[in-house]
C-alpha cells in the first residue's frame, strides 16, 4: 500500500502531515511507541524543509509519500523542489555545548537519525527526495 499528501510549505501543515502519518500506520497496527518516533522523525524533516530550504513560501509544496508494500519495513519519501539537504551530511551537535549556552533546538536531525535505521538522499528531475526508512522487527 503506499499513500501520499502534498501540502503548501507552511508549518501550520505540520498537523495535516502528523495526522496523515498516523492515520496510515495505525491501519498497520503498529505498536503507539514506534508510530509516534516516525511521526516525529518526519516531521522534523518535513519543517526543515518548509522552513530552511523553502522559507515558508505557500508558493512552493513539499510531498510525503509511504509506502507500506513490504511488510519488513515503512518507508517515507519526502519530496521537495528545491536544492534540499542532505541529512546524512549534517554533523550531530555537541550535546555539551547546547547545554552550556542553554540553546534551543539542534537535535532534531541527531533524533531523526537514532529513529530511522535507513535514510537517503538523492536529487532527480528537479526534486530533493529525503528517504527514511524503519525496519519493523518481528514482522
Not at 43 to 49: F, S
Not at 107 to 126: A, C, P, Q, S, Y
Request: glycine share 4%.
Amino acid at each position: 500500500m503506499k499513500t501520499r499528501i502534498s501540502v503548501p510549505c507552511l508549518k501550520t501543515n505540520l498537523q495535516r502531515i502528523r495526522q496523515f502519518i498516523v492515520k496510515t500506520l495505525r491501519t498497520q497496527q503498529l505498536p503507539e511507541l514506534d508510530i509516534h518516533a516516525m511521526v516525529l522523525a518526519v516531521d522534523e524533516v518535513c519543517a526543515n524543509l518548509m522552513i530552511h530550504a523553502n522559507k515558508c513560501s505557500p508558493r512552493h509544496s513539499i510531498e510525503v509519500n509511504i509506502d507500506l508494500s513490504d511488510s519488513q519495513k515503512v518507508v517515507f519519501d519526502i519530496i521537495d523542489h528545491s536544492q534540499g539537504f542532505d541529512i546524512r551530511q549534517h554533523p550531530d551537535p555537541d550535546l555539551q555545548e547546547i547545554i552550556k549556552n542553554r540553546r534551543k533546538g539542534g537535535l532534531g536531525l541527531m533524533l531523526v537519525k537514532r529513529i530511522m535505521d535507513d535514510i537517503d538522499f538523492e536529487v532527480k528531475d528537479n526534486q530533493a527526495i529525503v528517504r527514511l526508512a524503519k525496519h519493523l522487527p518481528g514482522r
